[in-house]
């Protein structure tokens, strides 16, 4: 439904993209991530004809962006970073404008623009004038003038920054719900909405594509190996438990640390895909000690996320990239 | 065409939600009957001067009143359709709505056709409103029609040039204000830049430079002479302007 090949976009010396290729299948929410100024506003308005590329191609349910833009445009829903909005409409007016140069006329207009309008909660804003909204609100506005003449493919950037927890909650959900007859793009910097709400992540940074996958791939992918934290209560007994945990198979690494309550974390490390949780506890309780916790801890996206932007020099898996980027 | 048509309304509305569109009526209108009263305290005397004088009882209302009164317009229009332009790209640009435009299936050229037209009505409007004074004349001389309307076609027609000079600023800014006195300098350029040659000497140059500017094309129709050399000057001045302003569009695509 959306396919970007190889696009590269340069501000004089700046080079703001480069060469990113992904694709999202009809009715998929892809969830795009990256730092400040990674690149994924510039690959939105490229996408949806705000800006032009200078290498590279798009194409937009079927049609390609530089060639039929029209054709594109038409299939398309954009919620900017900044929602723009008239500030001396009322978003009743303001909407009914999206709508007209949507090519929705009288007839269809009214009902367009109430569906819209109630699928995001902005009725109660109805007759209030653009630019006396809160940020939120104006979030709302935008999101409901990129919905409102139902396109095939909706880009959204950062789509829930500014509305409250409840709100956020209610537009993931209504992200979600539009998932099935829409494809999606979404931009976010916060990784659990990624997690929540896209089959997809691009993870991007200073503009080139550093991670295609599905979130639990990612985490997956990315763990070479698995920890377990293990809380122990000593009870005088000798360091038997340390020496009898570290015999389990699969086991590569303990370490012993004590707490200021007297008690012992043993961080257990072992091969990935192995589940030696309940071997590590048998080899815990026959060395005498009192077994208190026992928690499995997994990289989570934020790591991840971390791990693949912060990196000083080339890593493992920026050469994993274009491999990831065809699966 | 709907889609022009909804710019334009759009455009229009704009302008009349803020103060702006009747500033610049009420402004117009104002400055139009004080050069009104100037030129009729004038002409009448004139013609007294000319009765004590023994001379024709009737002097030419549109010789001594309406041509120094349309070229006196023309330069608060110089002044005033710029401030009237400035916002219609600039504004957009800054505030991001541009991008609402821009993501949504119209064209570069319906969108600029829009915006011009939009701007092209309320500057219809205000010269529209400015034919109450003319009546006035009618109510107590007898002037000739014919030279008052090509005189206003040709402001309306320069008014047109102003204003694609106006848009073509403005899409190049996203400040409203150097839109503003952008358009103003240009404009003024393109209004003085015959003086630059010696008009006795003939040379090729000078006559470049003489048909170039925007105020030697108006002169006729203000005599009462529709010329098609002077309505092709402005309409491909106009053209011309547009064009421009579909490639600045276009251009901020691949900058921004
Ligand atoms: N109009 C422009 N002119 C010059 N450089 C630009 C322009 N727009 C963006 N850039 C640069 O391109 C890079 C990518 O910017 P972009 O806005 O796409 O980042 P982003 O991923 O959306 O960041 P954020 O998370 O902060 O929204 C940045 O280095 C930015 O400075
Ligand atoms: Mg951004």
């Known amino acids: ?91 009743r007016e303001y909407l009914a404008f999206a709508a007209r140069i949507n090519g929705i006329r009288s007839v269809a207009q009214r009902e367009r623009v109430a569906a819209a309008m109630a699928r995001t909660n902005v009725e109660d804003v109805a007759d209030r004038h653009c630019g006396k909204l809160s940020k939120g609100y104006r979030q709302r506005v935008g999101l409901a003038q990129a919905i409102l003449h139902n396109p095939d493919v909706l880009i959204l950037d950062e789509p829930t920054a500014g509305l409250d927890p409840k709100q956020i909650i209610e537009t993931r959900e209504l992200i979600k719900e539009l998932a099935g007859d829409h494809t999606i793009i979404l931009s976010t910097h916060i990784l659990p909405e990624v997690a929540q709400t896209c089959e997809r992540v691009v993870i991007i940074n200073k ?89 499995s801890m997994r990289m989570s996206l ?6 693949l932007t912060t990196s000083e020099e080339p890593r493992e898996e920026d050469a994993e990239a274009p491999e990831a980027t065809d699966a | 065409m709907r889609n022009i048509l909804t710019i334009a309304l ?21 400055i ?29 209302v549109n010789e001594y009143m309406v041509r120094p ?15 009237l332009t400035g916002r219609s ?87 409203q204000t150097v839109a503003v006195v952008g358009a103003f300098g240009t404009a003024l350029m393109l209004w003085i830049v015959s003086w630059i040659g010696d008009p006795s000497s003939g040379s090729t140059t000078t006559e470049v430079l003489a048909y170039l500017s925007i105020l030697d094309h108006f002169d006729d129709f203000s005599k009462g002479v529709i010329d098609t050399k002077h309505l092709a000057y402005y309409l491909s001045f106009i053209t011309f302007g547009l064009f421009l302003t579909a490639r600045s569009v276009d251009s901020e695509r691949w900058r921004g």
């Open chain 2, 89 to 175: 790209y600039a504004e957009e640009k800054r505030s991001g709505t541009i991008e609402l435009l821009l993501s949504s299936p119209l064209t570069g050229p319906q969108i600029i056709l829009g915006k011009y037209l939009g701007a092209l009505a309320l500057f219809t409007l205000m010269l529209g409103v400015t034919f109450v004074h003319v009546g006035v004349l009618f109510l107590y001389g007898e002037p000739e029609l014919g030279p008052i309307l090509s005189g206003y076609l040709g402001l309306w027609l320069m008014g047109g040039a102003f204003i694609s000079v106006g848009l073509l600023i403005s899409s190049m800014t996203k400040n």
């Open chain 2, 10 to 30: 759009k455009e229009l509305r704009s302008y009349f939600v803020s103060p702006m569109a009747y500033v610049a009526i009420g402004f117009f209108v104002f």
């Open chain 1, 207 to 295: 503009g080139r594509v550093v991670a295609v996958d599905t979130p639990e791939n990612l985490t997956g992918r990315l763990r070479g190996s698995e920890t377990i934290r293990v809380q122990l209560d000593p009870r005088g007994a000798d360091e038997t438990a340390v020496v009898q945990a570290a015999t389990v198979p699969n086991v590569s690494n303990v370490t012993a640390t004590p707490t200021q309550d007297g008690l012992v974390t043993l961080e257990v490390q072992c091969e990935k895909g192995a589940d030696v949780r309940s071997e590590v506890a048998r080899a815990v309780i026959t060395s005498g000690w009192g077994l208190l916790e026992l928690t």
């Open chain 1, 1 to 91: 439904m959306i396919e970007v090949q190889h696009v590269t976009k340069r501000y004089g010396p700046v080079t703001a993209v480069d060469d990113v290729s992904f694709r999202v299948d009809s009715g998929q929410i892809l969830g795009f991530l990256g730092p400040n100024g990674a690149g994924k506003t510039t690959t939105m308005r490229i996408l949806t004809g705000c800006a032009s590329a200078t290498e590279g191609q798009a194409f937009v349910a079927g049609y390609d962006v530089f060639e039929e833009p029209v054709e594109a445009k038409r299939r398309t829903g954009y919620l900017p970073e900044t929602p723009p909005l008239y500030p001396d409409m009322t978003v």
């Open chain 2, 32 to 60: 139009y009957g004080y050069f009104f009263v100037v030129s009729l305290n004038f002409m009448v005397r004139v013609s007294m001067q000319a009765g004590m004088m023994g001379g024709p009882q009737a002097i030419n």
């Open chain 2, 69 to 83: 009164l349309l070229g006196n317009m023309a330069v608060v229009m110089l002044f005033l359709l710029p401030a």
């Open chain 1, 302 to 307: 934020e790591d991840i996320f971390l791990e």
